[in-house]
């Protein structure tokens, strides 16, 4: 199972394409990558700083996601990756001007690391429940029909096993988790944010009652090669 630094930055790219799409990460981090998170946060905290625009207690929390952040990236990344996204977004945020379009993003990149983190305490409740034999995990569920939403969110619901089980590869998750950023997007732009929400937020609890095992690897393995075309 995942720790929870490493779950914030897999898991709030999916909870931030619903919350605010950020027009200011740097061609460098290419595309909304665990150093994209960390530039994102550092850059938020580092305005924060200059214009506070949260309470206290607010923007100690989010220097403390930053943290976290940067410490999980330099895990997948490495240390030196991970310090020059970092790097970054402080100075970002040091020479961006007071506004409000930069308090708006300030705020909503604590809202989407705050809903990450939970969806993080969430899983790890869950399985460590489910160890303790408190309870049993559901059979595989997956939605009936071809509709492209039920598809993003059979699709949803393997991803969300994949970070709590760790059935694949490290490239071949990366690769994953890339697709469905990519689809989660794209389905936002065609159904709209709330019901695409909704279908991530099912498909997380729906993956929080499965046991890790054949049937979930088979899922996983199911819905990657579909989505990947490996």
Known sequence: MRR????????LPLVASQIFMPPDISAAAG???PLAVVELLSKSHAAD?????????????????VGQAERAA???????????AFMRGLGAGKSAECSAQLEAQTVSSLKAARRAMAAARDTRISDAQI???DGRKSPISILPGTGELAVHENRLTAYFTELHCDHLAYRQRWKFWKAIIA??????RQFGPEAVESAKDRAQRNSADLACGGQTAALVQTQYREITGK
Not at 6 to 11: Q, V
């Open 4 to 11: 929870l630094p490493t779950y914030l930055i897999t898991t």
């Open 49 to 65: 700083s200059k214009c506070k625009f949260l309470d206290p207690a607010s923007h100690e929390e989010l220097g403390g996601l």
């Open 31 to 33: 595309e909304f990558t």
């Open 131 to 133: 160890a303790a034999g």
């Open 183 to 188: 689809q989660h997007e794209a389905a936002a």
């Open 74 to 84: 330099a895990e997948i990344e490495g240390n030196a990756a991970a310090k020059s």
